[in-house]
Nanobody, 124 residues
């Protein structure tokens, strides 16, 4: 089975940092693009960041540019999202998603597999 499992979320103060992990199982991660999306209450799903099969990173949201950084470790089948300088508006449920063509897309409909998501709450 193809699965993605997120971890590392939780509560963090404004200005703080958090690192999310996405572990893939049932497939070889290095041939896929992996993206992070988020959905806040009352808002539409928003792409956050993506890394393609060649390890090229792409910011999918202007709001996180310069603050969020994506990376992957093929040896452990894991993709990370390092989130720095967190703001209240970063509060959302975060999802990782895999695209079998190895390409990054802004639209979530292009992705083939999704994790269950994990909550990130930025609060003082």
């Amino acid at each position: 089975q193809l699965q993605l499992v997120e971890s590392g979320g939780g509560l963090v103060e404004p200005g703080g940092s958090l690192r999310l992990s996405c572990v893939a199982s049932g497939f070889v991660l290095d041939d896929y693009a992996i993206a992070w999306f988020r959905r806040a209450p009352g808002k539409e799903r928003e792409g956050v960041s993506c890394i393609n099969k060649d390890n090229g990173g792409t910011s999918l949201a202007r709001a996180v540019e310069g603050r969020f950084f994506i990376s992957r470790d093929n040896a452990t089948n894991t993709v990370y999202l390092q989130m720095n300088s967190l703001k209240y508006e970063d509060t959302a449920r975060y999802y990782c998603a895999a695209e079998k063509g190895g390409l990054c897309w802004y639209g979530g409909s292009w992705y083939d597999h999704w994790g269950q998501g994990i909550q990130v709450t930025v609060s003082s």
